[in-house]
C-alpha cells in the first residue's frame, strides 16, 4: 500500500481495516464502489455459503417459537391475556439473557456456547408443552415459559458476526449489503415461520407448533455449529482485553440503537397478537398466519431493495428517516375494520422495517470492536424481544377487541423515535486511529448529514 504523507513530511502506510467507515458517503469513490457492490459479490465471498445456509436452517424456529406460544396457551386457557402474558415473559427472559449470551459467544466461541443452549431450550420447550396440555396453574405455565425464552439460541448475531469476519472491514459497501442480506433472510423466515406455525396449531395440534419449533431448534443449532472454519475466533483469552473493551452496552451508540429497536419489537409483538385475536373474532383463524407473513414480506421485499441501492444519505440520515416512516405507517392500523385493507396496511408498515433494521446493524458494525460484536448484535435483537414482551396488546385485547391493540405498534414507535431523535450525535462512527510506521493519525471527526 503507498505511503501517505503527515503535515510535517512524515509519512505512514494506512492500514485500511483501521478505519471503521468512510470518510464521506458522498465521496465520489466510495459511490463508485458501492454500485460494483451487490448481492451476487457478497454471496462470492469465500466460505460464505458455509455458514449461509446452516444459518438460515437454525434461524427458521425462532419465527415460529412466541406465535406458537400465543396460540398454544390461548387454545388451553382461552385467554388472550395470559397468552401474550406467556410471549412476555419468553421474550422478556430472552432479551435479558441474549446479550449475556452474546458476550459468552465473544469469550468462548458460537459452538461452546450453541451445543449445550440448544439441548437446554428443547428441555424447556418440552416442560412448557407438558403443562400447557395437563392444564397447569398459570404461575406454573409463565415460570416455564422464562428458561424457554432465555435458551433462545441467537442464531441471527451469530451469522452477522461470522459476515463480519469474512468481509473484514467495516467500511466496506459490502457491510451495507451484508447486513441487508441478513434483515431479508430474517424477514424470510417470518414469511414461512408464522405461516407453518399457524397451520400445525390450527390443524394439527394447539402443541404441535412448539413441538416443531423445538425439534428445528435442536437439528439446525447443531447443523450450524458444526461450521468450524467461518467461526470467529473467540476472544477471552487476554485478560486485559476483555478489561479494554468491557460491555457493547457502554458504546453510547449502541444504547441509542438498543431503544430504537425496543420501539422495532412493540410492532412485532402488538402485530402478533392483535392479527392473532382479530382473525379469531371473525372466525378464520388460519388467516392469521397469512396476515403476519404479509408483514414480513413487507420486511422482506424492501430489505432487497435496501441492500441494492447505492445509498448516498448518512446512516444516521437514513435510519432517522425510516424511523419515521414507520411510525406514520402504524397510525391508522388501529381503524381498520375489514381484511384487505389490513392486509395492505400491515404490509405498508412491514416495508420501513427493514431499512430500520438494517441501517442499525451496519452502524454496530462500525461502532463497537470486533471482540465485541456479537454481544452488541444481541443486545439489539433482545431489544426487539423485550419491546415484544412489555406490549399490552394482550391486556387490551382482550378488555376492548382486537382493534385496541393495534395501539400498540403506533405508541411505542412514537416513544422510540422521539428518544433516538435525541441521541441522534451518538450513532455518528468515530474513526478510531490509523496506525502506521509507529505513527497514530487521529483524523478528526467528519459530518456526514
Known sequence: MPAQALPGGRKFQTVASK??????????????????????????????????LPG????????????????????????????GAAAAVTGASMALCAPRGGRLVDR?????????????????????????????PVWALLTAAAPAGATVPQIGPMVRSRWAVALDDPSSPLATTAAAFESVTDEFTFVLGPVVATALCTSVHPAAGLVAEG????????????????????????ASRRAAHGSALSVPGVRALAVAFLGIGTVFGGMQVSLAALTQEIGRPGLNGVLYG??????????????AVSWRRSP??????????????????????SLVPLDALVLVAGLF?????????????????QATRTEAFTWLTGSVAFGQAVTAAGLLTDRMGSHAGFCVPLVGTALALTVLVGLRGRLVPRPRGMVAAGVVDHRPPVAVD
Open 56 to 83: 438460515f436452517a437454525a434461524r427458521q424456529p425462532f419465527a415460529m417459537l412466541v406465535i406458537s406460544m400465543v396460540l398454544l396457551v390461548e387454545r388451553t386457557t382461552g385467554s388472550y391475556g395470559t397468552a
Open 108 to 136: 468462548y466461541g458460537q459452538r461452546a456456547v450453541l451445543l449445550p443452549g440448544i439441548a437446554l431450550h428443547a428441555m424447556s420447550i418440552a416442560a412448557v408443552v407438558s403443562l400447557a396440555l395437563s392444564d397447569a
Open 19 to 52: 478505519v471503521p467507515f468512510p470518510t464521506s458517503p458522498r465521496d465520489p469513490r466510495v459511490v463508485g464502489a458501492a454500485r460494483k457492490q451487490g448481492y451476487r459479490r457478497l454471496l462470492r465471498t469465500p466460505g460464505a455459503w458455509a455458514f449461509v
Open 294 to 307: 404479509t408483514f414480513a414480506a413487507g420486511n422482506m421485499l424492501s430489505g432487497v431493495a435496501y441492500g
Open 215 to 238: 425439534a428445528l431448534t435442536v437439528a439446525g443449532g447443531a447443523f450450524f455449529a458444526a461450521q468450524r472454519r467461518s467461526e470467529p475466533s473467540a476472544h477471552g483469552a487476554p
Open 316 to 337: 444516521r440520515a437514513r435510519l432517522l428517516a425510516a424511523y419515521a416512516g414507520l411510525v406514520l405507517a402504524c397510525v391508522p392500523l388501529w381503524a381498520v375494520h
Open 353 to 369: 422495517i427493514a431499512p430500520t433494521i438494517v441501517t442499525g446493524y451496519s452502524l454496530v458494525d462500525a461502532l463497537v470492536p
